[in-house]
């Protein structure tokens, strides 16, 4: 079994207090000891479960990257990671093969599933890689020491380890000097480092942000340099990490510094027209501004707000402002496509660009266009987006106010009542199904939320005057 060599023992740091021992779990067997967690802290408990089946098999079993750099930083992880000395058939006895899936098994990763699927910990075998030929995955690995595992890794305060059975922390690459200096360092070389994965640039600015550290220069620089070929990397994985940044509380200060390196006209193109405009200055600074009205945002809302101004092409000077957000909101489409995002997100994001406009003259609406749009799913978020473009604007905010208090005073039941009549009415009452169906349910529905119709029997007696020949017209 391998143990820490005394060099590897003269690098350990001083105890650390990081959540390790004291969990309450019971030392009989593997089963009672997953049984007896405690719900409120199951993915840790977990993890540290994980962690004393290997050492009491004989292996040496740490917590390694994030985990360990948010407990030193006193913030809750998110996921736990295992870092063994066990190879990956070996980790499958341990757990069994029931409990085990090879998620990377050619790299040395096993996943031993949880009770709960969320509580998953992924346990590595301690790893040096071979050259990232395509700069996304090592051609090969090989297994090593912790020492050299550490320095394969991306930035220092991910590279160090925590050993949860004896309470300690392993720093091979100088990680907890640069927390207590807040900086995000490339290990060893950056430019060897990001040639490895140029994914690394988006999580490099995502981490400091997030984290409110700066890039090391020397880091820094090599993503300037490099930035161009953020293009190797898959759509999905630029997606997510943008993803990520932009529903983080310091999102603001993650977009400059992907503008700032280079980044931004490489995954946004798009947008480059404005920031090279005159008032490109504040045509930026405005949407940093309304990026920083709200510490939580959904991801789409936040993407909208990126892109509510994305430049257009086939609009003529005279169209008016909804012609101009639908045309915007085709472009917006496009770019979500092309980052291959969900429908759910692609369709959210173009509703927001396309309406950021709608509430403009709220309390001149007509009932059933207002009620219309506050039922929609992006409703909440459409009205966050007219408070921030209006405060970031320092305009007027009496539309704004009047519609969040609409729509935080009225019902419900009024807002979007249940429909009087719906088409097998309208077929009961002798027409036949066809284009009109819609026209006639729609102008019910419009009357209906108008509070011009409130009951069944005049919406049929409505549909009765249609069919004895009157039109939608002559009832209006």
């Not at 029931?98 to 990763?109: E, I």
Request: hydrophobic share 40%.
């Amino acid at each position: 079994m391998a143990t820490l060599n005394r060099v590897a023992a003269a690098r350990v740091s001083p105890t650390v207090a990081l959540p390790g021992r004291g969990f309450g779990l019971k030392c009989e067997s593997a089963t009672q000891r997953v049984e007896t967690m405690n719900n409120s802290n199951t993915r840790r408990e977990f993890a540290l479960y994980v962690a004393r089946e290997l050492h009491e098999a004989g292996y040496q079993a740490l917590w390694a990257g994030g985990c360990v750099r948010d407990a030193l930083l006193k913030r809750a992880p998110t996921d736990y990671d295992v870092a063994t000395d066990a190879r990956p058939e070996e980790v499958r006895k341990v757990f069994g093969r029931h409990r085990t899936v090879p998620v990377g098994a050619s790299f040395g990763v096993m996943l031993v599933t949880a009770p709960r699927s969320e509580d998953n910990v992924e346990v590595a075998t301690f790893r040096k890689e071979g050259p990232y030929l395509d700069g996304r995955r090592p051609d090969s690995v090989q297994y090593c020491t912790p020492e050299e595992d550490a320095r394969r890794r991306d930035f220092t305060i991910n590279g160090m380890f925590y050993d949860p059975i004896n309470d300690e922390v392993l720093d091979f690459v100088g990680g907890q000097e640069d927390l207590k200096l807040g900086i995000v360092r490339a290990i060893g070389d950056a430019h060897h480092r990001i040639t490895e994965d140029k994914l690394r640039m988006l999580r490099a600015v995502r981490i400091a942000a997030t984290l409110e550290f700066t890039i090391d220069p020397s880091t820094a620089a090599a993503i300037a340099e490099m930035a161009t070929e953020i293009a190797v990397v898959s759509v999905e994985r630029i997606a997510h990490e943008l993803a990520r940044m932009l529903v983080c509380p310091r999102r603001v200060r993650a977009l400059e510094s992907l503008r700032e390196l280079g980044l931004l006209r490489m995954i946004l193109p798009e947008i480059i027209p404005n920031l090279n405009e005159v008032d490109s200055v504040e045509h930026w600074g405005k949407t940093l501004r309304m990026l920083d009205e709200f510490e939580v945002m959904s991801f789409e809302l936040a993407f909208a707000v990126l892109l509510r101004e994305v430049p257009i092409q086939q609009c003529k000077e005279d169209d008016d402002s909804a012609a101009r957000d639908a045309a915007r909101a085709k472009v917006v489409e496009q770019i979500c496509r092309r980052l291959k995002l969900s429908n759910q997100q692609t369709e959210r994001t173009c509703w927001l660009v396309e309406h950021r406009h709608a509430l403009r003259d709220a309390p001149q609406l007509p009932l059933h266009v207002l009620k219309r749009l506050l039922v929609q799913p992006g409703a909440k978020e459409m009205l966050m987006l007219n408070r921030i473009a209006a405060v970031a604007t320092e305009a007027d905010l009496t539309a704004v106010e009047f519609t969040e208090r609409f729509y935080s005073e009225t019902p419900a039941e009024e807002l979007n009542p249940h429909e009087l009549i719906n088409g097998g009415d309208l077929i009961a009452a002798g027409l036949s199904p066809g284009p009109g169906f819609k026209e006639i349910l729609d102008s019910i529905r419009d009357r209906q939320l108008d509070g011009e119709m409130t009951t069944r029997e005049a919406a049929l007696t409505f549909v009765d005057q249609i069919v004895s020949g009157k039109t939608i017209e002559e009832n209006s």
